[in-house]
């Protein structure tokens, strides 16, 4: 139900915008100073400044007016940015996901897979955007070439899958970690009586099924990589880097970001600190638990 009573946002008062705010200019800076003076790229800041505006009303704002009673509403601009704006990020989640359950995902039983990746490919495909598009394809392919197989061995001819991937950017300390959120029917769709389309539920499916699949996305991720010329080589890790050779500065900070090191200042080069307890790495998963870890 909608409100009927109007509470404008502050975001002065939000954690992250407190940081960007007091931290910005002098991280600018610092970027400037660097790499001869390349510093970071516009639309980097532009992103940043149009962030510190939103739902400010020194950033531009509309106003209502009641032709009843004569009330006034003052109703700030967003920013509609869409890298870490965590309201516009909201909203924009909110209307995606809305539209997902209304127009997109069918009512059958929908199982959420996600692969993360190693860094150094976490690196690569932050950038290059046709290759983080080629690693989901070879992903989607091989979970519905294996949700195929499984219908398969059990009688169903021609079955079909459909996902729908989402990208994600970061993880839980705001570092950049790209990885693949998709959400797959748990079965395919094949062809039934009459010209209609049946869904087929997999229910046979255990977690020890999950290391060979991963392995199997491993290799041809790699095969991917090797194709484009982005595979190390036996005696030297080089490999091209159009990032670095394009924006050297925000390539050094996403380097920096993914191997979890301060990229400038003082510290620059030391590991990020925590607050809070010390953080062990977890063993890797068991067979008990819809989960595998490969290399």
């Known amino acids: 139900m909608a409100s009927a009573e109007y509470r404008p946002r502050q975001p002065e008062r939000d954690v992250l ?6 931290h910005f200019e002098t991280f600018r800076a610092r970027a400037a100073g660097r790499r001869e003076g390349q510093g970071l790229p516009p639309f980097v800041e532009r992103e940043f ?34 890298g870490f704006c965590p309201s516009c990020g909201g909203r924009r989640m909110t209307d995606r996901a809305a539209h997902l359950v209304d127009h997109v995902l069918p009512p059958v039983p929908v199982r959420q897979w996600v692969l993360t990746l190693p860094p150094r490919l976490r690196y690569l495909v932050a ?36 996902a729908v991937a989402i990208l994600q950017r970061f993880g839980s ?26 869904f087929w539920r997999d229910t046979s499916g255990t977690p020890r099924d999950l290391p060979v699949l ?12 090797a194709r484009r010329g982005l595979a190390p080589g036996p005696a030297s890790d080089d490999v091209p880097d159009a990032w670095a050779e394009e924006t050297p500065m925000l390539a050094g900070i996403a380097a920096a970001s993914v191997q ?12 990020a600190r925590r607050w809070g307890d010390r953080i062990d790495l977890p063993e890797p998963p068991g067979a008990s638990a819809w989960h595998a870890h490969v290399a």
């Open 173 to 198: 300390a705001l570092n950049l970690n790209v990885h693949i959120h998709a959400l797959v029917p748990d079965g395919v769709f094949a062809a039934a009586a009459a010209g209609r389309v049946r």
């Open 17 to 22: 915008h407190q940081l960007v705010c007091d």
């Open 49 to 82: 400044r149009e962030f510190l505006t939103c739902g400010s009303l020194a950033g531009g704002f509309a106003r209502f007016r009641c032709a009843g009673c004569g009330v006034d509403r003052l109703v700030a601009f967003s920013c509609k940015g869409r």
């Open 127 to 162: 950038w290059d955007h046709a290759l983080c598009r080629a690693v989901v394809a070879v992903y989607l392919r091989a979970v519905g070439g294996w949700l195929g197989a499984r219908a398969r061995r059990r009688g169903v001819a021609g079955g079909r899958f459909g």
């Open 260 to 271: 979890g090191v301060a990229a400038l200042g003082p510290r620059a080069g030391v590991p």
């Open 214 to 225: 991963l392995s199997r996305i491993a290799r041809r991720i790699e095969r991917l990589l």
